[in-house]
């Protein structure tokens, strides 16, 4: 059974950080991309960064620069640092297992975490 969880969200004033945790089993890490995406309220989900078995990543234009995607298979999990934040990052922010097709698509990942919220305060 695939499971991932997310964890780290919360409030925090723009300019902040935070850091996303997605635990995962190794076996996924070893194999697969894992993709962050987040929703906003009334907003469809959308594509946020991704790293695969061989450290690739690539980053939504939104959040080059100032977030960050990085893996730790001895710990089971992928990271997304993000820094300098805004109020329009606001959203659930969810890691998704990708199967086939390009990473941007939402339609390519078949695992998805609960999500975690993320407020940034203006």
């Known amino acids: 059974q695939v499971q991932l969880v997310e964890s780290g969200g919360g409030l925090v004033q723009a300019g902040g950080s935070l850091r996303l945790s997605c635990a995962a089993s190794?076996?996924?890490?070893?194999?697969?991309?894992i993709g962050w995406f987040r929703q906003a309220p009334g907003n469809g989900r959308e594509f946020v960064a991704v790293?695969?078995?061989?450290?690739?990543?690539d980053y939504a234009d939104s959040v080059k620069g100032r977030f960050f995607i990085s893996r730790d298979n001895d710990e089971n999990s992928v990271y997304l640092q993000m820094n300098s934040l805004k109020p329009e990052d606001t959203a659930v922010y969810y890691c998704?297992?990708?199967?086939?097709?390009?990473?941007?698509?939402?339609?390519?990942?078949?695992?998805w975490g609960q999500g975690a919220q993320v407020t940034v305060s203006s």
């Open positions: 998704a297992v990708h199967q086939v097709g390009g990473y941007h698509s939402i339609g390519s990942y078949n695992y």
């Open positions: 790293i695969d078995w061989n450290e690739y990543t």
């Open positions: 190794v076996w996924i890490l070893r194999r697969f991309a």
